[in-house]
């Protein structure tokens, strides 16, 4: 997520440069074709290209309003995870009676969120964080999933026993989370938790595994394939034809303005063409690289600085006074 002011002309037009080039190339040779080799033929009527304009554009909106959505259902998922994460925190301190008990609790819950969020973070064949854009732009920040082990993370929060089981397991999030459970019990029928308190924290337990599972489900589950191609083939059959539209705009004013431009007023529909059809094809860039909120990229959900926020607290309230300050990120990009 880029938590600075804004991402700047410069980095947006470098991020997108590459279908500018192609563009331009495009639109230079459309219109030297018709205005140098005479092929008067290519001119398409304005009116067709304003249709299908519009339509790609509502196109466009529909896509990116969707994906939009799946970046705030994200985003709404990983905030409930952070109040019930202090909740747990609170329950576990004030309801179990051994200190003991209470922080293996706790950091086990964090080995939760360590195991989550580096689930979060393994790459799905539709993620668009391997296209050479976002390639190039992800050398402004590091991912610290991909700089640190799932291992040496677990080494901090749970036994070697547990680190082994939770490291062999499919899912290893919810095997944590089966781990708690079968923690809880164990407290129970040592009479060291009462049964109502077991009840509460089972609740929030449950809880816990309704909000994992509606992150695997943003995860696991694209932006339907079939309305993301409908948007990339629209959008490029509108860039072809755009500046053979201008041209057919353009053409008539060839000789009816005087001066340097007189009978070369058609050039004129290389840059419009090109600004517009940008427009369009960054548009359809900005959505699909929103529309898979956990894979890397620098418009993700910062789940890895919502786990250090969360650790932060939730070791406070074991009244630890050894935790580390947390390092000031080099850049706006917050992972």
Request: net charge neutral.
């Amino acid at each position: 997520m880029h938590a600075g002011r804004s991402y700047t002309f410069t980095e947006f037009l470098l991020w997108t440069r590459r279908p500018l080039y192609l563009l331009i190339l495009l639109d230079v040779a459309l219109v030297a074709l018709y205005q140098l080799g005479g092929m008067h033929w290519l001119a398409v009527p304005w009116n067709v290209i304003f249709m299908l304009g519009t339509s790609v554009a509502l196109i466009a909106g529909f896509k990116n309003t969707q994906t939009y959505n799946r970046l705030w259902e994200a985003q709404q998922v990983w905030a409930s995870i952070t109040a019930a994460s202090r909740l747990w925190g609170t329950m576990s301190r004030d309801y179990v009676a051994h200190p003991e008990h209470t922080r293996r609790l706790v950091y086990r819950h964090l080995a939760w969120l360590t195991a989550l969020r580096y689930q979060m973070r393994e790459a799905k064949p539709w993620e668009t964080v391997q296209l050479a854009p976002n390639v190039e732009y992800r050398k402004r920040y590091d991912v610290p999933e991909q700089v640190r082990t799932l291992d040496a993370e677990l080494i901090k929060y749970v036994t070697p026993e547990e680190r082994a089981r939770i490291l062999g397991a499919g899912g290893k999030a919810t095997e944590v989370l089966s781990l708690q459970g079968a923690s809880l019990r164990q407290l129970l029928d040592a009479g060291d938790l009462p049964q109502a308190s077991f009840a509460e924290l089972q609740r929030v337990l449950r809880d816990l595994h309704d909000q994992q599972a509606r992150s695997e489900r943003i995860k696991n589950y694209p932006y339907p394939r079939q309305y993301a191609v409908i948007n990339v083939i629209f959008v490029r059959i509108l860039c072809l034809l755009l500046p053979l539209g201008m041209i057919d705009l353009l053409a008539p004013m060839n000789d009816t303005v005087g001066g340097a431009m007189a009978g070369h007023r058609v050039w004129l529909a290389i840059p419009l063409s090109v600004l517009v059809s940008w427009m369009y094809a960054a548009l359809d860039q900005v959505g699909e690289s929103s529309a898979n909120p956990f894979e890397g990229g620098a418009n993700d959900i910062p789940i890895s600085q919502l786990c250090t926020s969360i650790e932060l607290d939730l070791r406070l309230l074991l009244d630890e006074r050894d935790i580390p300050v947390p390092q000031v990120p080099a850049s706006p990009i917050v992972m």
